[in-house]
């Protein structure tokens, strides 16, 4: 299996890269973010998965191999298949799909093209005891790594009002609030995810 590409982007396709590696051209499928972000005659490390079917074999291409984690996790939910997950990291950094997750907000994961309200809701419930192991944090990329711009609505919406209510900073409560609800998993409850989060807080 091929794990990685070290090497000279030869080509920028409209949704993947040639990878020059002393002399073999080798077609990447990506995402939108990572096109965005190279060119070609640049020199770098893509991280690899390998999809292989009967018909065919078909590399992914990601920044890192914490992305690279994040996509194999997202395509083992029943109805992600590779695209959709290349999708869905189009539409969103890893940041925000593992706050979606962790915060069960299924209405985040419907801006990526394809994701519905039904395929969003069966990712949270597929990966919510998954979210914790992830490779990538749950802020939402911001430079103090706060939640700021993370929509929070049900159960963690309820004890982030309680939290400010008791004098918390929002961005503060929002942050210990999604570590909470990544600690609680499927037991999670008011009185637990608040003890949790004001644990978090007094750290």
Not at 54 to 79: A, I, N, W, Y
Not at 87 to 105: F, H, P, R, V, W
Not at 159 to 180: E, I, P, R
Request: hydrophobic fraction near 40%.
């Amino acid at each position: 299996m091929i794990h990685f590409l070290k090497g000279v982007i030869a080509e920028v396709g409209d949704d993947y890269l040639v990878m020059d590696v002393n002399g073999v051209g080798y077609k990447v499928l990506t995402h939108a973010r990572m096109l965005a972000n190279h060119a070609e005659g640049e020199a770098t490390t893509v991280s690899t998965h390998m999809h292989v079917r009967e018909d065919q074999m078909t590399l992914f291409g990601f920044t890192d191999p914490s992305e690279r984690k994040l996509f194999e996790v997202l395509t083992s939910v029943s109805g992600v298949g590779p695209k959709m997950g290349l999708a869905i990291l189009s539409a969103l950094s890893g940041d925000e799909i593992t706050g979606a997750i962790s915060m069960q907000d299924p209405t985040m994961l419907t801006r990526a093209s394809g994701v519905g309200k039904k395929l969003a809701e069966r990712i949270i419930l597929e990966l919510k005891n998954k979210v914790g192991s992830l490779p990538v944090s749950v802020s939402t990329g911001a430079t103090d790594g706060s939640v700021v711009s993370m929509p929070i609505t049900g159960l963690a919406g309820d004890v982030l009002s309680a939290l400010t209510n008791l004098g918390y900073k929002q961005n503060h409560a929002k942050d210990a609030v999604a570590m909470a609800l990544k600690e609680q998993g499927d037991s999670a409850s008011f009185d637990g995810v608040f003890k949790q989060a004001l644990k978090e807080l007094r750290v």
